[in-house]
């Protein structure tokens, strides 16, 4: 049991709290090895070169991280007050989510089973 007043333990709780600003995309349709050959290329990166990596990355998570990327700049602008020139991305990563499985009917009546994955990608910036 932790000591102390149920408020004192949620303020100690909310202290320990990451207050970097980030962004998380949870069940995108594309899988977590696809994701990451995006998220390497951008890793370390501040913000204006990682947006000028995905525009013109041909892969298809590059879409969607563009957008998550943008969501948190806006997050460090608004609710974070940071400079968006000071920005870079401090963390990125895709983890593995659920899959769906789907049947595909093969020769002799026999039938493949397909895995759809999907990942949650989380991006956390920082100003340097």
Known sequence: MAKGHRS??????????????????????????KACFVLDAIRGKDV??????????????SSIIEKLLKSAIANAENNNGMNVDNLYIEEC?????PTMKRIRPRAQGRAYRIEKRMSHITIVLNER
Do not use: F, M, W
């Open 48 to 61: 204006k070169t990682a947006l000028a990596i995905l525009a013109y990355n041909p892969r298809y998570a």
């Open 93 to 97: 990563y895709a983890n593995k989510g």
């Open 8 to 33: 004192q333990i949620k303020r100690e709780r909310n202290a320990q709290k990451d207050t970097r600003p980030s962004a998380k995309l949870s069940y995108a349709r594309v899988s977590v090895q």
